[in-house]
């Protein structure tokens, strides 16, 4: 679950007509020769026992913040006026808090995945010092491989959070595991016209079970294997069917901006702001607060930009394309999704082959496969096959858009370098869940080889 710091802008005037609505994809709208792509990065602190690190305290991610700020050139965000710090922002970045402390890095926009691993890298060289002092380790995977719901005694202090602890349950027996327990990496991109965005998204929903298995990298359930690949997707399968899943209205070719909009209008808020203080509307949809108002209050701009944040599908379309679907990843696996779908997203010949090689997956199938990967990984069942050789197809034409993109790093590689660790592992018919549990039957002590072998910082150096 991404976070993204929205601030007030100067039109706070209510939304007045339809193509308000609209207007903040048609704003997006931006030609190929300046698509950037973007990673979203989500990692667990935990101390040398495996315990989840919290916000308060000397060793607290509030005080990790603080010190970044201090030292690091990062500016502090809060809220309002005397609220707490809850994000860091510098160059284009943000650092964020997931509501159990989960530390995401919102990286900057950059041409190419080269950069997005440099960048990757210097946030983790920036978290050492600290984490050196107070025995902090942070740990690349999907869902917590030792936290209990019950150690989570206090959760971020983001306003919106404390609404979402409350009424998600409501909506999903996982819900609090969603919030509290799961880490994910996301890969962000641009969109050159309203028919680009629609075809992006609908590939890109079409592929979201595939990813997730190529993906699965949370096969822990406190402090043991479960049996599966991704204890992250099954946490998705029962948090809120309103706000999340594959958005079946966009599976039509004729969809537009408007079967987004229509879909999010439909969705069940859960506050607003006004003066810096929440307004809490859970259960009321967009559209009734639109039509008929709250408490004497009417939808701005902001507060509709404020609830496309908070819809989780598979693929999120705001000013960007947001493909949401993967576990949080090693340091090795890092880049693989970015350069995944740059590859597919950023050259026109591999978007025109990914659309292609899914066009016949019907909605209802990819549900059904949906379901299965999170305990089969890339042995899950899709018609005759397992889903092995279709990631290794959809590797193949990631691979030739970046090959055409061409572009070098400073040791004379394309971006392909970055797929590599990910295509060998879809050559054993692995997922990343698989490398993590071998021969971890015959470790002296589960847990220090689980926080070994999923360690972020550790395996940088």
């Known amino acids: 679950m991404a976070t993204v710091v929205i601030s007030p802008g100067q039109d706070e005037k209510p939304i007045s007509s339809y193509d308000e ?27 040398s026992n495996g315990v989840p690190i919290g916000y308060e305290g000397s060793h607290g991610v509030r005080a990790l913040m603080e010190e970044l700020a201090a030292n690091k050139g990062w500016v502090q965000e809060t809220e309002s006026e005397g609220s707490p710090l809850i994000a860091l922002l510098r160059n284009g970045a943000s650092i964020t808090l997931e509501p159990g402390s989960q530390f995401e890095l919102s990286g900057t926009a950059f041409d190419n995945c080269h950069q997005i691993r440099d960048e990757l890298e210097e946030h983790l060289a920036e978290l050492g010092p600290f984490s050196e002092r107070h025995g902090i380790r942070w740990l690349g995977v999907g869902f917590h491989p030792f936290a209990r719901r019950g150690d989570y005694t206090s959760i971020v202090p983001k306003q919106r959070y404390s609404i979402m602890r409350e009424y998600l349950p409501t909506r999903g027996s996982h819900a609090l595991d969603m919030m509290l327990r799961t880490a994910t990496v996301q890969a962000n991109y641009d969109y050159s016209s309203e028919q680009d965005a629609m075809t992006k998204m609908r590939v890109a929903l079409r592929l979201s079970p595939l990813t997730t298995a190529i993906f699965a990298n949370s096969p822990f359930y406190e402090g043991m294997p479960f ?7 099954k946490i998705w399968l029962d948090t809120d069917p309103d706000r999340s899943g594959l958005v079946p209205a966009l599976w039509k070719k004729s969809a ?25 509307n859970t259960g009321q949809t967009f559209r009734s607060f639109w039509k008929s108002g709250f408490r ?6 902001f507060d509709w930009l404020t609830h496309l944040n908070t819809l989780f599908p ?13 576990d949080s990843q090693s340091i090795e696996l890092s880049c693989a999704l970015p350069a995944l779908y740059t ?29 299965e990967v999170w305990q089969k990984g890339l042995f899950a069942r899709f018609r005759a096959g397992t889903l092995v050789p279709l990631a290794e197809r959809l590797i193949e034409i990631a691979e030739g858009g970046l090959e055409r993109r061409a572009i070098l790093s400073l040791v004379g590689k394309d971006e392909r370098v970055h797929l590599a660790p990910l295509k060998d592992l879809v050559s054993h018919g692995q997922t990343p869940a698989d490398r993590l549990i071998e021969g971890l039957d015959r470790a002296a002590d589960m847990r220090a ?5 999923t360690d972020l910082i550790g395996r940088s150096v």
């Open 21 to 47: 609505l609209l207007s903040p994809f048609h704003a997006a709208i931006k030609p190929p020769s300046a698509f950037r792509c973007g990673a979203e990065m989500e990692k667990f602190g935990v101390l």
């Open 227 to 233: 049996g599966g690949k991704s204890y992250r997707a």
């Open 256 to 280: 537009t901006f408007v079967d987004y909009v229509e879909w999010a209008l439909d969705v069940p808020m859960f506050m607003f702001l006004r003066n810096g203080q929440k307004v809490a």
């Open 296 to 301: 004497n209050h009417r939808p701005t701009l």
């Open 314 to 326: 598979e693929v999120r379309l705001k000013k960007t394309i947001e493909v949401r679907g993967a």
């Open 343 to 371: 590859g597919i997203f950023n050259d026109a010949r591999a978007l025109a082959e990914a659309d292609a090689f899914t066009q016949d997956w019907t909605l209802d199938e990819v549900t059904a496969l949906r379901k």
């Open 449 to 453: 080889e689980i926080l070994v072998r």
